[in-house]
């Protein structure tokens, strides 16, 4: 079956700290993954996506993701955390068929960054 | 102001009682969905819309109907709520781009079924 793991419910690093949130992805076909970012008592913002080209993504807030095929991933990085990254991260994958594109998300994980 | 707005922001109703969510764009797009999200499941898809003619259902239709009453307007209805419909619920927005565009997601109605 397509889906998409994020195999954390949680990520605690500290400030300044580089952070990694995991996510794994299965579909057939190309892969199409975002990631988006929920502050509390708020939508969902889109973060970045790989469609194509370049497997290092850069997005909003200095956050980066490395598409890798051949461990059917695509990390979110940041080189130094902040507080204020603290939120709820999915990701998600685009499912293709039945003539449309659909978006999965992952379970979502919670980054917590202590100062 | 935000580009999709939702109302209620918060709403408890009482089992058996038809309520409705409404999702208002300002972004232009076609494409409208509606989610819920649960603790430790992400975020599901109940009805999607690509234009106001174009109404599916998703992967948890069942006890929702929508409604599309313009390119900007997207409701969602719970007929005879239940509580286990009790969740958060967004609607989210996006641009052409063959399906592969971000989608724009609203602040969410938080719904409680007591």
């Known amino acids: 079956a397509q889906s998409v793991a994020q195999p954390e419910d949680q990520v605690n690093v500290a400030e300044g700290n580089p952070l990694t949130v995991k996510c794994t992805y299965s579909v057939s076909g190309n892969p199409y993954l975002f990631w988006y970012v929920q502050y509390p008592n708020r939508g969902l913002q889109f973060l970045l996506k790989?469609?194509?080209?370049?497997?290092l993504v850069k997005g909003s807030y200095g956050f980066e993701a490395e598409f890798n095929k051949s461990q059917t991933s695509f990390h979110l990085k940041k080189p130094s955390a902040l507080v204020s990254d603290s939120a709820l991260y999915f990701c998600a994958v685009i499912i293709t068929g039945g003539g449309y594109n659909k978006l999965i998300f992952g379970a979502g994980t919670r980054l917590a960054v202590h100062p | 102001d935000a580009d999709v707005t939702q109302t209620p922001r918060n709403r408890i109703t009482k089992t058996g009682k038809r309520i409705m969510l409404e999702c208002s764009q300002t972004k232009g797009h076609d494409r409208m969905y509606w989610y819920r999200q649960d603790p430790g499941l992400g975020l599901r898809l109940i009805y999607y819309?690509?234009?106001?003619?174009?109404?599916n259902k998703g992967e948890i239709s069942d006890g929702y109907s929508v409604s599309r009453q313009a390119q900007a307007k997207f409701s969602l209805s719970l007929e005879s709520a239940i509580p286990n419909q009790t969740a958060l619920y967004f609607c989210a927005t996006s641009g052409p781009g063959q399906g592969l565009s971000e989608q724009y997601f609203g602040p969410g109605t938080r719904l409680t079924v007591t």
């Open positions: 819309s690509f234009d106001v003619k174009d109404i």
């Open positions: 790989y469609i194509t080209g370049d497997n």
